[in-house]
């Protein structure tokens, strides 16, 4: 058995964001494990522009954005394991992983941060009828292909779904040499960002067929062609309204999906919403001790936003082993404790955090959530109970992208008896 | 042209399983397949299912094969080492009108010779699966019932004849089948030559002309699935039918996996013949299939149709299915005759057909391939070799591993230590394994069927791309070349820019 | 007058810009929510650039490929003269994050870079 502080699972944005900021804040032994062959975890592959205006103020690249927390990681001399998989995580937090070179060997813990990231929707989940041939992709490891390896997945291409990996695909694919005929989206409105339909379909005159989905894979070894139809309201195929695409390569962006194998193996509560784990002001499961960030907790739109939580649950966890409280005063302080719940209406799907325990509530405090809808000219609001205290227009919200509203310890401290803030949409 | 004594049509679940019956004797036994590994027809797409035996009808081959098959495979699954497990099914009744069809039932069961069959109570079916629908009155329960990996039971067949000295030529598609004209035989000077080749002549051995050249055999086993009728009518004056009879499935994650523990079928009543739930062998839950007879023998396309159908009905036995669950979806197309029954028999001399072998057929192959070693036995006076191996090593099973067992075979090859499929928890060495037995496998869904790498919840999403690298090292072919499945189904269309100037012309600039 | 309506691809928020035109002069940029999204309303409408990254083989590494991207923006209609200008180049390893991997790609005066370490 090997002992460390923090174990963090997951060497991508989130992990390195979390690492840097766990040993900044006094935590001496943190180690990350990561399962592939580099730090740095999908942004290796996201090899397009538009990363870290937030955070760096300038803009760069996945690769570029991943360097700044490599070498971050590397100057701090935080310690991690390459090609190492965690196979198993208990609820007394004792980690088991295994790689070549030490097979399978237990880690024990003192705290932990899940930082596994998410997973694509795969075709089975959408249960696309037609046949099984090669050249179905999800968009993520064609770009994987394309980007890494330098391999070509096709040359016709059509893509279902306009997340944003779908939308960066069809730049790519189109300046790698294939040609993208069309991407077509389930719902009435796109789930990307705005600007990446600009620069990566307007840019090359690449059609988005909004209301519309794949209804009809043809061709038994590999693709030979897809249908698209209409769909009404509620996402069902319209009768004749089926349109034949020839192409040898379907490209599917049409969702990502925490990866809680790990969490849901050591009991930890997950938001059936968000698919990840509940967590408090802390972005503690609830398991004590142990946190989550990133992708797992809940499927983010922009990498700035990773890191800046990740940043927080490595303060957290920091914070936890450092000042490691006894059962006894755990208990003490369970009792005394004032906990706020966070809840949802009319619109807003869900929050991160679902709950702040008044006491651990820090200065200034993120709370995000994504909206179900498209809404034009309303105003997110936020009530204390049954009073509203803030009333933010906003000319357009849409689920694709994440929303944020910042609480402070200040304001919550002058609501003493306050137990359930509320967040709407409300119309205007 | 290679000569054999045996050829048999087809790698799936009857023929290999034939194949190894037949190796126990001194033969030159050969296996032509059209596809590039074993297991791609209705092998591969069914219910995973070892039935009990009450089903079929009382007399017919179905009922005496699948009885036997089901006695005969826990031994085999030991013998061969592939995943079996006796979980016992259940047919429920859902309506007291419905009680004469379940006595009925339990009835040709015990006639067909089935053990240990009984009637539960609602409560007793309640307590044995409590996700069952809250309208079951009784259920017929069958413990001898079972589940099975059929890839890995196909391959174990398949390794096993392999290592017994049978040939297996894969990418062989059988086109046509004649006898050789013996020299002497009258001929008439207006044939023409086609015409003389497709003569039926009871004499001289069979020549098949396939698309890897010219094969002889002094006996033809025809185990073509749903291509039987084919071959079978190629030869014979007596005509055979086979319709490919569709079936879809869903297969949901593992986390669902433990929803139901027993096999459940629905009573053939107001929905027809029945939709099942049913745990499988690695842990996932299958639902399925619907019945659909279909005039395409390559139509394994799903239909929205069909999913709906199988989405709907399972929900009619069992509730709460987490259908958000479903990981894929696929069909299959079942071999069935006109006469309704499994066809094992010696068609003309020398050419056996095993025809029409539609559900329990799976459940079957062993008694099927007991049944035709006895026929070419009787008939051609076999002997046994004293050489023969019975037994044969699956894949290594690393879930059943402690720590310590693991660790000594990640020591003895590091590559046991390194994760390719994390959805499976498959390493690069089990990927390896499958690629260097015997039969090994040549594309991804060889790899997938061997060691379930791609088979998760992601769907191969994260580990394609590394299996692909792994398959051309081992393999030593480009990654160009690697497929899917075989034939033309290449999984990349060549590199980055290398179209480029083929593809831009000057006025698709922006 | 003439008016364009834009999508600001600037930052993520991905702002509604209005452009006013006269006789190819940008009169104004209106919606923008920064300093940026003014630059690019008026750019986009005049001599509209963009930043291409793509990949390059590279030779003896631990990887097949290194990602790249031009050192800043090029028109819009160099991109594709970029990319083919980069389908015959094959750079040895090592490769590190802002390595010139081509000078003055397709004469637009703007380098392709590197951005990823690729080590041998």
């Avoid at chain 1, 249960?127 to 968009?139: K, L, M, T, V």
């Avoid at chain 1, 990502?256 to 509940?278: A, F, Y």
């Avoid at chain 2, 390559?298 to 149709?305: A, K, L, M, S, W």
């Amino acid at each position: 058995m090997k002992y460390y502080d923090i174990v963090i699972i997951g060497g991508g944005p989130a992990g390195l964001a979390a690492a840097v900021a766990a040993r900044k804040n006094g935590a001496e032994s943190i180690l990350i494990l990561e399962r592939d062959k580099e730090l740095g975890g999908i942004l290796n592959q996201c090899i397009h522009n538009g990363f870290g205006l937030h955070t760096f103020q300038e803009e760069l690249t996945g690769p570029e954005y991943a360097a700044r927390f490599i070498t971050q990681v590397k100057e701090l001399q935080i310690e991690y394991r390459l090609h190492t998989m965690v196979m198993d995580i208990s609820s007394d937090k004792i980690v088991t992983a295994m790689n070549r070179e030490e097979g399978m060997f237990q880690i024990q813990a003192k705290a932990v941060i899940l930082a596994m990231g998410c997973r694509e929707r795969s075709r089975g989940a959408l249960n696309i009828p037609g046949y099984r041939p090669a050249g179905i992709f999800s968009a993520g490891t064609a770009q994987r292909l394309v980007n890494i390896e330098g391999y070509l997945p096709g040359r016709k291409v059509v893509i279902l779904g306009s997340g944003d990996i779908g939308l960066i695909m069809a730049r790519r694919m189109t300046l790698e040499g294939a040609e993208v005929q069309v991407v077509a989206e389930l719902m009435p409105y796109s789930g990307g960002l705005k600007r990446n339909i600009v620069q990566c379909l307007d840019d090359f005159g690449i059609p988005l067929k909004l209301s519309h989905t794949v209804v009809d894979i043809k061709g038994k070894e590999r693709v030979e062609g897809i249908t698209l139809a209409e769909v009404d309201e509620k996402g069902k195929p319209i009768p004749g309204t089926e349109e034949e695409y020839e192409c040898d390569t379907l490209l599917l962006s049409v969702g990502l999906i925490p990866e809680n194998e790990l969490s849901r193996g050591m009991g930890v509560d997950l938001n059936p919403i968000t698919s990840g784990p509940k967590v408090n002001e802390s972005l503690e499961t609830s398991l004590e001790g142990v946190f989550a960030c990133g992708n797992v907790l809940h499927v983010h739109d922009l990498v700035d936003f990773v890191s800046e939580e990740a940043a927080a649950a490595g303060r957290n966890a920091a914070d936890y082993i450092c000042h490691h409280k006894t059962s006894d005063e755990i208990q003490d302080r369970c009792l005394q404790q004032n906990t706020i719940q966070l809840s949802t209406e009319n619109g807003i799907r869900y929050t991160v955090p679902s709950e702040i325990r008044m006491e651990y509530m820090p200065e200034e405090l993120t709370v995000r959530f994504r909206v179900g809808g498209v809404y034009k000219n309303c105003y997110i609001s936020c009530y204390f109970d049954g009073e509203r205290i803030l009333h933010r227009r906003r000319p357009v919200v849409a689920p694709g992208e994440m929303e944020q509203i910042k609480l402070t310890r200040e304001q919550l401290a002058k609501y003493p008896l306050l137990e359930k803030i509320t967040l709407k949409i409300e119309e205007a | 042209m290679e000569k054999y004594d045996v050829l048999i049509i087809g790698a799936g679940v009857t023929g290999t399983a034939v194949a190894r019956e037949l190796s126990r004797y001194q033969l030159k036994i050969g296996v032509l397949e059209r596809e590039e590994d074993v297991c791609c027809g209705t092998s591969k797409a069914n219910s995973a299912i070892v039935h009990a035996g009450y089903d079929a009808e009382p007399g017919t081959l179905k009922a005496k094969m699948n009885v036997r098959g089901n006695q005969l495979i826990g031994e085999l699954a030991q013998e061969l080492d592939f995943p079996f497990r006796r979980n016992g099914s259940l047919v429920l009744c859902l309506d007291e009108k419905q009680y004469p069809a379940l006595q009925k039932l339990y009835e040709k069961g015990i006639a067909n010779g089935v053990k240990e069959l009984r009637i539960l109570s609602r409560e007793e079916v309640l307590e044995m699966e409590p996700n069952v629908t809250d309208q079951v009155v009784a259920a017929l329960y069958a413990p001898t019932g079972g589940i099975v990996c059929p890839f890995h039971m196909t391959i174990a067949f398949a390794e096993n004849a392999c290592e017994n000295g049978v040939t297996f030529h894969f990418n062989t598609e059988v086109k046509t089948i004649f006898r050789k004209q013996v020299a002497d035989a009258a001929e008439s000077p207006e044939q023409t030559d086609i015409e003389k080749m497709y003569l039926p002549h009871d004499t001289g051995t069979w020549q098949l002309v396939t698309s890897s050249g010219i094969f002889e055999a002094k006996c033809i086993i025809n185990a073509a699935g749903i291509y039987a009728d084919y071959f079978h009518n190629m030869v014979s004056e007596k005509k055979i039918h086979i319709t490919p009879r569709k079936g879809e499935y869903c297969l949901l994650d593992k986390t669902a996996g433990t929803h139901v523990d027993h096999t459940i079928f629905a009573l053939p009543g107001k929905f027809g013949k029945g939709v099942l739930v049913t745990p499988t062998v690695h842990g996932n839950l299958l639902i399925g299939p619907t019945a659909t007879d279909i005039e395409n023998k390559e139509g394994i396309n799903t239909t929205r149709e069909g999913l709906d159908e199988v989405l709907t009905k399972s929900t009619a036995s069992v509730k709460n299915i987490p259908t958000r669950q479903v990981i894929t979806s696929f069909a299959g197309l079942r071999a069935h005759s006109d006469g309704d029954d499994f066809i094992i028999e010696e068609a003309v001399k020398d050419f056996i057909d095993c025809a029409g072998i539609e559900s329990p057929g799976l459940s079957s192959a062993p008694a099927i391939g007991e049944m035709v070693a006895e026929i070419l036995r009787k008939k051609y006076a076999l002997q046994e070799k004293d050489n023969f191996i019975s037994t044969r090593k699956g894949m290594k099973d690393f879930q059943k591993m402690t720590l310590e067992e693991r660790n000594e075979q990640i020591r003895h090859n590091p590559a046991y230590g390194n994760i390719i499929c994390r959805c499976e928890m498959v390493t690069e060495g089990e990927i390896m394994d499958a690629i260097h037995r015997p039969l090994g496998a040549r594309s991804l869904d060889g790899i997938k069927r061997r060691t379930r790498a791609g088979m998760g919840r992601c769907q191969a999403g994260f580990c394609s791309p590394r299996t692909m690298e792994i398959l051309a090292r081992e393999l030593q072919i480009p990654i160009e070349e690697i497929t899917k499945s075989g034939r033309n189904s290449q999984i990349i269309k060549g590199t980055n820019k290398s179209s480029f100037v083929d593809t831009f012309k000057e006025e698709n600039r922006i | 007058m003439e008016t364009r309506n834009l999508i600001c691809i600037g930052c993520p928020m991905g702002c509604p810009l209005t452009v006013r035109l006269k006789d190819g002069e940008v009169l104004a940029v209106e919606g923008n929510t920064c300093k940026r999204g003014a630059e690019y309303g008026k750019k986009e409408v005049t001599n509209p650039t963009r930043i291409v990254t793509t990949t390059v083989r590279v030779n003896g590494g631990t990887e097949n490929m290194v990602s790249v991207k031009t050192r800043e923006d090029i028109p819009k209609d160099k991109i594709f003269d970029c990319i083919r200008a980069l389908r015959n180049i094959t750079i040895p390893a090592p490769v590190h994050i802002g390595d010139v991997i081509l000078h003055d790609v397709a004469h637009t005066g703007v380098d392709i870079v590197a951005t990823k370490n690729i080590e041998r």
